[in-house]
């Protein structure tokens, strides 16, 4: 599951921006009952990446943003109260890295779903269904 986290430069803390995508991926794979798992642990990838504040935008502004885009199955976040507790839990995260001050108003979390069958890892094109199996092959053993 790809996440790609932006951010205005100054934002988080040297040790923030270094420590910012463990503790999403982290969160990721709570939020879904996934921490440890065998299939999916390590298919949590992505990138963070900083950008000038004079680059980054908000209100049509120069301003600290913070986005953090998720790419997930179709079959993720299945409910208002694991996405609730997903976005909660980004922006808190967040907020405690921050180096400087930076509204929760202004971190911005978006899930972007695949279509089923549009899940490709190593070279395979998984659907849901495939995916499900995996993930459970891996958690019993």
């Given amino acids: 599951?790809?996440?790609?986290?932006?951010?205005?430069?100054?934002?988080?803390?040297?040790?923030?921006?270094?420590?910012?995508?463990?503790?999403?991926?982290?969160?990721?794979?709570?939020?879904?009952?996934?921490?440890?798992?065998?299939f999916m642990t390590p298919n949590v990838i992505g990138h963070v990446t900083v950008s000038p504040e004079s680059a980054s935008y908000a209100g049509g502004r120069p301003q600290s943003l913070a986005v953090v885009e998720v790419k997930v199955p179709a079959t993720t976040f299945p409910d208002a109260s694991v996405k609730q507790a997903f976005v909660g839990e980004v922006t808190d995260i967040i907020d405690r890295l921050k180096a400087s001050p930076h509204p929760r108003e202004r971190t911005f979390v978006n899930v972007t779903y695949a279509l089923d069958g549009a899940?490709?890892?190593?070279?395979?094109?998984?659907?849901?269904?495939?995916?499900?199996?995996a993930i459970q092959q891996a958690a019993t053993g």
């Avoid at 794979?29 to 065998?38: I, K, T």
């Avoid at 899940?119 to 199996?133: D, S």
């Fill in 1 to 38: 599951m790809p996440i790609s986290i932006q951010l205005s430069q100054g934002l988080l803390t040297p040790q923030g921006e270094r420590e910012v995508f463990p503790l999403i991926a982290d969160a990721l794979l709570r939020a879904h009952g996934l921490d440890g798992n065998a």
């Fill in 119 to 133: 899940w490709g890892i190593g070279g395979k094109a998984y659907t849901n269904e495939e995916l499900g199996a």
